[in-house]
């Protein structure tokens, strides 16, 4: 039987984790959090002094290797899912913006994300997935019955992601985070394999005034009418 696939893709602080979360459990699907994959990479790069040296083919490779056996574990447990590197729980970790710095450099290495395919489509499983990122559906699962493109203004995902912050008790300023969000987006849009950008046949929604629950409206009767019954 065909693996039902649901893609959600779009820049960071769109909303897109949260959502693919809400969809994966509504449906009953499994969940890739492709992001967490470039942070876990990033992060295991940067933790063995590889990270600044990629452009020495020698490094290059040594890290495709380290990509290609990263040993990460994804715990889904009912208080909280955890993510395991190395045995080391860094489910906090990889989410602050230094993490994200790391992971949007590997992001740019078409060697580091070729490596990284495999793992991706490992995901893709009975009864079906829901998978998030940025190229879900122009590169990973071009095959998938559903694809949305979930996007939202720099300044609405920079406030959205101050209010994070300031949740996990981080002091942080609107500005710092706006020019960040800025400098991602270009990086994430410009660079050659597999930019950020709306696949052809995706369903594109800007969550810039909407709600969670408004948005997840959207999102489920689009895909009620796309999945196969
Ligand atoms: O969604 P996120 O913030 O966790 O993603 C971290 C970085 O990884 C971000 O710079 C974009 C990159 N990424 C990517 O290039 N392709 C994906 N499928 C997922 C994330």
Redesign the pocket.
Known sequence: MTIQIITIDGP?GSGKGTLAAKLADHYQFHLLD???L??LLGLSLHQKELLDSLDSATVLAQSVTIATNLDIVFKTADVGAKILLDGEDVTQTIRTERV?EF??KV?AIPELRAALVERQHAFAKQPGLVAD????ATSIFPQAQAKIYLTASAESRAARRVKQLQGMGLDVKISDILANIQA?DKR?MERAV?PLKPAVDAYIIDSSDLSIDEVFKLMTDYVDAHLAK
């Open positions: 960071s492709s992001g967490a470039y942070r994200g992971a949007s992001a990122g940025r190229d879900m991602r994430d597999a």
